[in-house]
């Protein structure tokens, strides 16, 4: 995944939103001339991504300042490690200094949950998915800060896969519909995407398996039990994924049914953020 796909005009957008007409406070009391250095240090332990933005961040600011990145993304962190740090003029470091911790703290957060989930998996084949519940323009950072925690990214957006949720299957007119004319579709316009097609009862499940023309069936809501059943009607013919009310007491419950993938839309949408600071030195 290429994360630096207009990665320029988006910390471009996060400054201009933060500074607008420039940053008085630091303006009005730090002399143009003055020069120091600071730390971005971890104020609790965790897993890290971000640092090149949050570096890309400070140099966008000014180009002078000397970024050092001490951790890279991946690397586990605990409290007291230092990040990276940072020196050149004060005032640009100031000014850079929350959109870089933003940044970094969020992505940061999403790869600390992701790595805590996959483990809950460790010694099974199942592989943990995100989902397109991103922060507007954020999809490719928030994808990317999975992947460093571990996880495995899902479709990017709506151009990369076909992904045939209920109301699609409703408004089409059923799931044979939806399917046929999906592929229909596909061939008409030479597109080699996979398809997966949500069902939400065994019923639909039958259903899809009799008509075939699918790569992974999305079993939706279903309970442990009813999950293993559709596993094993499913026989390995398709990739299997389970989504929809898995939580952290039923996640392993529900990887040990062999389905394949388990999307949790939480690991991007409802993530707590990763406690970092910028400190400066002591002179």
């Not at 000014?62 to 740090?85: A, F, P």
């Not at 999403?110 to 790595?115: D, K, M, V």
């Not at 323009?137 to 992904?163: F, P």
């Not at 992974?216 to 094993?232: G, K, P, S, Y």
């Amino acid at each position: 995944m290429n994360i630096n796909e207009n990665l320029d005009e988006l910390i471009g957008m996060a400054l201009r939103e933060d500074i607008g007409d420039g940053d008085h406070s630091t303006l009005a009391c730090i002399p143009p001339d003055a020069v120091g250095s600071a730390k971005m240090v971890a104020k609790q332990s965790g897993i890290l991504c971000g640092c090149e933005v949050g570096k890309r961040v400070f140099e966008l600011v000014d180009s002078s300042l000397v970024v050092n990145l001490i951790q890279h993304d991946g690397e586990r962190v605990d409290k007291g490690d230092i990040v990276m740090t940072v020196e050149g003029h004060s005032g640009s470091i100031l000014t850079a200094e929350r959109t870089a911790l933003n940044f970094m703290q969020r992505l940061s957060g999403i790869a600390t949950e992701t790595h805590r989930m996959v483990q809950m998996l460790q010694g099974l084949n199942t592989r943990l998915l995100d989902t397109r519940k991103t922060t507007p323009n954020m999809r490719l950072l928030e994808k990317y800060a999975v992947s460093c925690g571990g996880g495995t990214n899902h479709r990017i957006g709506l151009y990369d896969m076909v992904m045939l949720k209920d109301n699609h299957i409703d408004f089409a007119g059923g799931i044979e519909k939806a399917i046929d004319r999906t592929r229909q579709y596909l061939n008409e316009n030479h597109k080699n995407l996979k398809i997966e097609i949500e069902v939400r009862s065994l019923a639909e499940l039958q259903r899809v398996l009799a008509h075939g023309g699918v790569d992974r069936i999305m079993l939706d809501n279903f309970d442990v039990d009813t999950l293993r059943e559709a596993v094993r009607q499913i026989d390995h013919r398709y990739e299997t994924e389970a989504s929809g009310g898995i939580t952290d007491e039923t996640l392993r419950s529900y990887a040990e049914t062999g389905v394949d993938f388990i999307s949790v839309g939480a690991l991007t949408h409802h993530i707590k953020s990763l406690d970092l600071s910028l400190v400066v030195n002591d002179k």
